[in-house]
């Protein structure tokens, strides 16, 4: 219950920092909540905020286009301040950008919209 809560103030967060990201805070609450309280379950899953959101990835595993947008920019500028600005060796920018790459790969062959 604890991990539920922790990630759900991170999500939170989330929703207001734009680097830190919501979703996946949100999914590991879920996760949380269904295993340790049917209610605070039933109470995220139903949010009027964050509910249709998890109802949608749980349905039917969309990744809304705004998030794939976000998603992948924020890979590519972390891509590029690694590059640039701190100038990391190639083996550690190519390690990171192949690791980037295959969220990326994941991220855009998640639907966007449901079926039909």
Do not use: D, N
């Not at 039933?42 to 039917?60: D, K, S």
């Not at 920019?73 to 295959?102: E, I």
Request: charged share 10%; net charge positive; hydrophobic share 55%.
């Amino acid at each position: 219950m604890a991990l539920g809560f922790f990630c759900f103030g991170l999500g939170v967060l989330g929703a207001f920092l734009p680097l830190l990201p919501t979703t996946p805070f949100l999914l590991v609450a879920l996760w949380a909540f269904s295993r340790s309280s049917r209610r605070f379950h039933h109470w995220l899953y139903t949010h009027p905020r964050f509910g249709p959101q998890l109802q949608a990835w749980h349905e039917h595993g969309i990744v809304p286009v705004k998030v794939k947008v976000s998603a992948l920019t924020g890979m590519a500028v972390s891509l590029a301040l690694m590059a640039f600005v701190a100038r990391v060796k190639w083996p550690v920018l190519a390690g990171a950008a192949a690791v980037m790459l295959v969220g990326a790969t994941y991220i855009l062959s998640r639907p966007s919209r449901p079926p039909g």
